[in-house]
């Protein structure tokens, strides 16, 4: 097998994206390796295994022939020209891929391979800062509006997905998750007694922001070094503290009460908290965030779901089906 020199022309208009492929069609396009595996067969052949990926989803490749020399042209996390046959496996699209050759960065439009927010980042960031100018209370206002007024940091803010699996994946997804839960807690006010409205929003707006640096999202949704080593959680602590020793004459105890609700708000140990809440607002934090997580998450998953069918693929993280019922849109 060897390699051919592609012309396409006008592909930008043309372009197939990964959930516009159906079974018999022959593909020619450009994709992400996000796994490349060279496997050996039943038969004691090898074949190459791809993971390919657009900003709409992923797709498996693989080839068949000539596999030792096609595999040596690429790296995974490389983009790659192809020409493949869409086939069916155990119910599943895959690409037998006839022909490949590595891309250089400079030739793929980086916003064709990253799924992004439906809503601009520059109007869900001003409905943020509308919201954190509203708070009373000078010191958490004057700790959020020090983020929501870094250009640093909110130019990362608004382009940051809301993770890299679950929920909001997509560009400006955590943008978009923090100002759908801060609308939550607004919308339970006073509802419960006893709560500090503005303490809980502070924590709704502040919960994540150590996701800017925990993930990575030039080319595809990932975890930086800092990420893997500590975790969003411990770098949001150690941002707001930073934050706050200059913001002067800031009540220690309320430093504190901030702190908890990012330490505690995915709720419990075993997913990742390293405290459990112990406050009214660090409780109905966790939920509300867990709440809209997953509920972004399900939505998601449905809408990858074939037209007309009423149950869904079996969802690993969920453990479960779900029901669409008759198709329509939701």
């Known amino acids: 097998m060897t390699t051919l020199e592609f012309k396409f022309e006008g592909e930008k208009e043309k372009r197939i994206f990964i959930n516009q492929i159906k079974e018999n069609d022959q593909v020619e396009g450009i994709f992400w390796v996000r796994e490349k ?76 391979f990253l799924p992004s927010s439906d809503r601009d ?45 679950l929920h909001h994946v997509h560009l400006g997804g955590l943008l978009e998750h923090t100002l759908s839960l801060v609308k939550l807690i607004q ?37 930086t070094d800092e990420g893997r080593l500590l975790g ?14 200059n913001i002067e004459g800031f009540p220690s105890e309320l430093a504190m009460l901030v702190k908890h609700l990012i330490l505690s708000h995915h709720g419990e140990y075993e997913w990742g908290s390293p405290k459990r809440p112990m406050t009214l607002e660090a409780e109905i934090l966790h939920h509300l965030d867990d709440l809209d997580a997953k509920f972004n998450g399900i939505q998601e998953f449905m809408k990858k779901g074939e037209e007309g069918v009423k149950w869904t693929d079996y969802h690993r993280m969920f453990e479960r089906f779900f029901y669409v019922g008759n198709g329509e849109e939701r």
């Open 121 to 165: 980042p520059g109007e869900m960031l001003a409905e943020l800062i509308e919201i954190g100018q509203s708070i009373e209370n000078r010191y958490l206002r004057e700790l959020i509006m020090a983020f929501l007024r870094d250009e640093e940091f909110t130019a990362l803010f608004k382009r940051a997905p809301g993770a890299t699996r």
């Open 187 to 223: 919308r339970i006010k006073g509802h419960y007694k006893g709560i500090n409205e503005e303490l809980l929003v502070t924590g709704g707006i502040l919960h994540d922001v150590g996701k800017v640096l925990e993930l990575s999202y030039d080319i595809s949704f990932d975890y």
């Open 37 to 112: 595996t060279m496997i050996t067969s039943r038969t004691g052949a090898f074949y190459l295994r791809l993971r390919l990926s657009d900003r709409t989803g992923e797709i498996e490749g693989r080839v068949w022939d000539g596999v030792e020399e096609v595999s040596s042209l690429f790296e995974h996390r490389d983009f790659i020209r192809i020409k493949a046959q869409a086939t069916s496996y155990q119910e599943r699209l895959q690409l037998n891929i006839k022909s490949l050759k590595r891309c250089a960065e400079e030739e793929v439009s980086l916003e064709d």
């Open 232 to 245: 969003h959680i411990l770098l949001g602590v150690q941002m707001v503290e930073r934050v706050i020793s």
